[in-house]
């Protein structure tokens, strides 16, 4: 039995890139290959943040982030990240979240910028306003 107290601590959600509650009810589990993420850029606190654009790898069928010059199924846009997910503090462990692919989405708030090229990736299952 473990008797030992542990603290945890939770970042804080921003969902403000949410354009409406469409689509939210409906996410998709994925699972994320953290070796493509980049700390600084993608979990700066230890956690993934909602919002940040997802592809999915070819081989294995793990989602990293969007990334239109990448070779390995990256480059086809796919969904956000729908809400904040703990980042492992290794980078062999990938973690499950959940993936928005249909909806609105402020494009003004996204973590990450999205190029025209993944905006029609993902037109007609997502509105940019």
Do not use: C
Not at 34 to 41: H, M, P, Q
Not at 64 to 84: C, E, H, K, V
């Amino acid at each position: 039995m473990e008797l030992t107290i542990k603290t945890q601590v939770f970042g804080g959600d921003d969902q403000s890139w949410l354009g409406s509650e469409h689509g939210t009810q409906a996410t998709e589990t994925v699972v994320l290959d953290t070796s493509l993420f980049t700390a600084n850029t993608h979990y700066p606190d230890g956690f993934f943040k909602s919002g940040i654009p997802l592809g999915m790898v070819t081989t294995g069928g793990k989602y990293g982030p969007y990334d239109n010059a990448a070779s390995d199924g990256r480059q086809t846009l796919i969904g956000f990240l729908f809400a904040a997910v703990p980042a492992p503090t290794v980078n062999t462990l990938d973690p499950a979240a959940a993936m928005l692919t249909h909806g609105k989405v402020r494009e003004s708030r996204l973590p990450v910028a999205v190029d025209a090229a993944g905006k029609a990736d993902v037109a007609g299952s997502i509105r940019f306003v």
